[in-house]
């Protein structure tokens, strides 16, 4: 499910990031390799061009103590172009691809490009399947030297930003191409499997010693969002209050951790209840959470309905401030995708001021004394300030001026269109793009429309120019 691009950049971008088998231009008539990246300003790579992908199930059998991994992809798309060949981001070892019932050839080009080539060539708007193959020991294959695939004692956590897909599913691996997903895992009996969305049906036992898991995604998904825990875990399902299936699970290996962890993670359907009130209706099938095995990841994500947390957050005891960012993803991030990995503000500027307004909300300051704490915390001087939030860099999307800075921004935006605009800002935005793409600049602008005030200076100054932003008016009425 791709949002509408423009071709052109799309192979401009292409032609500069010097891909060879890409830089020929097809202006006659006839099938083309699809190219290879979406021309990302950050990872002109990631993704690929010609096809647009509507499903995956993703059908595994995972060996905990080798970490062998070994299954099957069936990828639902569509052609988008006439195609000689086209590309999936994977890492992994593939034995066999079929297109359309029929062998493909297929070869592996640099660390995560798998290039498939049908045996007839498919025209414009034909339907995909995709049978991918493969087996491999995803914790030794390295990408940019790497692996994001975690290894825990008792299994394994597929969970990264951007980088996580490749090292489990071929994929169109960009948020611009969401789809829906089934993921199923066979583990040896008292193994847990957790992924996103529902359990179609309860786990079961399939061979002597091995029992099949089922995950559903009915919602349309980006690929980074997908992720997968096998280990052994307490889950826990319950029903929320809107009638919601709600799943948390936790490492059995939590230690001192579990209780505060525990306390955190069970508030999830408060937590998502009280941003439905802010930023309008849950897009999602259900909830939860995951809180993987020490040792395994040092970060959340906002996996889709369910994040994963690292134990990490709750080393120093109770914290749900990070269980109000995840979730604030699920509308930031989930629902409403980057249409540009330069955008990631959208997600981590608007996460980062839910914990705020949480704060607020709970008596524990309020989103003005933060204001005011985190502008007083950085002098003018700080390294800091030189961050853009608004355009961070591909060297780390990630840096603390996106969160922080870019929660500021927010604060002033607040300040300027007062709370009741602002409110309606927040929901306008979440309901205009709902499982869809966004920019930075579609943001500003509906901003600026729902106001009725000029906010390019303010805009241009919390997120667009390093250095420490003087404080004071920047806002005029717009003309
Ligand atoms: N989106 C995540 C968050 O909510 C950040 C993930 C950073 N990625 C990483 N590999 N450390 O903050
Ligand atoms: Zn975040």
């Given at each position: 499910m791709r949002q509408a691009l423009a071709a052109v950049v799309t192979a401009l971008a292409v032609v500069l990031a010097g891909t060879p088998a890409n830089?020929?231009?097809?202006?006659?008539?006839g099938p083309a390799p699809g190219s290879a990246g979406l021309g990302d300003s950050y990872f002109p790579d990631y993704g690929n061009g010609g096809y647009d992908v509507s499903h995956y199930d993703v059908r595994l059998r995972y060996w905990p103590d080798t970490d062998r991994l070994a299954g099957t992809t069936t990828i639902l798309a569509r052609a988008t172009q006439d195609l000689s060949r086209f590309e999936f981001d994977f890492a992994l070892s593939v034995t066999s691809v079929r297109v359309n019932g029929a062998p493909a050839s297929y070869a592996r080009e640099g660390a995560h490009k798998l290039v498939v080539t049908p045996a007839r060539p498919v025209t414009d708007g034909q339907p995909l399947t995709v049978v991918v193959q493969y087996a491999d020991t995803p914790s030794a294959v390295k990408v940019n030297g790497a692996t994001a695939w975690a290894r825990a004692a008792d299994g394994a956590v597929a969970v990264g930003e951007p980088e996580i897909a490749w090292w489990w599913f071929p994929s169109n691996?960009?948020?611009r191409d969401k789809a829906t997903f089934d993921v199923s895992v066979l583990v040896p009996d008292g193994t847990q499997v957790v992924s996103n969305?529902?359990?179609?049906a309860p786990a079961h036992r399939e061979l002597p010693g091995w029992s099949r898991w089922n995950w559903r995604s009915v919602k349309p998904m980006a690929t980074y969002l997908a992720f997968l825990a096998i280990g052994h875990y307490e889950i826990r399902t319950d029903v929320s209050v809107s009638g919601q299936p709600v799943v948390t699970a936790y490492s059995q290996?939590?230690?001192?951790y579990a209780d505060a962890a525990h306390a955190a993670v069970e508030r999830t359907s408060e937590v998502v209840d009280w941003e439905s009130g802010l930023f309008?209706?849950?897009?999602?099938e259900a909830r939860g959470g995951v809180v993987a095995p020490p040792g395994t990841i040092g970060f959340a994500l906002e996996d889709q309905t369910r994040p994963v947390y690292s134990s990490k957050f709750w080393q120093g005891g109770a914290n749900v401030y990070v269980v109000v960012h995840e979730n604030a993803h699920q509308w930031f991030g989930d629902s409403v995708s980057v249409a540009d990995w330069r955008n990631i503000w959208l997600n981590e500027g608007f996460a980062s001021y839910a914990e705020w307004l949480w704060s607020e909300a709970q008596g524990e300051g309020t989103a003005q004394e933060l204001f005011d704490y985190s502008y007083a915390a950085h002098p003018a001087d700080d390294p800091f300030w030189q961050v853009k939030p608004g355009d961070p860099g591909a060297?780390?999307?990630?840096?603390?001026a996106v969160y922080t800075r870019g929660a500021m921004a927010l604060h002033q935006l607040r300040l300027a269109v007062g709370d009741e605009v602002f409110l309606r800002i927040l929901r306008g935005w979440t309901e205009n793009h709902r499982y869809g793409n966004a920019t930075i600049e579609q943001f500003e602008e509906f901003a600026q429309g729902v106001s009725g005030k000029n906010l390019g200076a303010l805009f241009a100054t919390w997120l667009f120019t390093p250095g420490r932003p003087t404080l004071g008016a920047t806002v005029t009425r717009a003309p």
């Open positions: 830089a020929a231009v097809h202006s006659a008539a691996d960009h948020p969305g529902v359990m179609p290996n939590l230690g001192e309008g209706p849950y897009p999602f060297r780390d999307p990630f840096d603390r």
